[in-house]
């Protein structure tokens, strides 16, 4: 359903850093890097999309966070949901919402929220049972 996202960032190397230690707890892995456009997209390891872009805005204008928006990463496990929040907090991204049960969702929803250092809310999930 989704081809790609994109997020607006200010600081190429800042949000790279970010997000190359998410996707990395994530299994993403990098499709392409040009920090001089600059931007940079990762993809899942098995298949060719959905993409997770960032980069400067094309307009050139300043980078904005939407109010109301974000984006939610699916994670494999709720293990890997706290791997990932921390390494977003590790990197200079705020918490949200700790990783943890939102059965308001559904009885098996885990998920951590955080913004990255440019204030996009950004969302981790599992929506598979605990690991026995």
């Not at 943890?100 to 885990?110: E, K, T, V």
């Amino acid at each position: 359903m989704i081809s790609h996202v994109c997020l607006g960032v200010t600081d190429f190397d800042r949000a790279f850093s970010f997000y190359s230690a998410i996707a990395a707890e994530l299994g993403l892995r990098l499709k392409f890097c040009d920090a001089k456009r600059p931007w940079a997209g990762w993809m899942p390891a098995e298949a060719p999309r959905p993409l997770l872009v960032i980069g400067a805005p094309f307009d050139v204008h300043v980078t904005a966070p939407g109010n109301g928006q974000m984006i939610a990463l699916l994670a494999a496990s709720r293990d890997t949901v706290a791997r990932t929040h921390a390494a977003a907090l590790a990197h200079g991204g705020s918490c949200e919402g700790p990783p943890g049960l939102r059965p308001d969702y559904h009885a098996d929803y885990y998920g951590g929220y955080f913004r990255d250092p440019d204030g996009n809310k950004l969302c981790v999930c599992c929506h598979e049972p605990a690991q026995a």
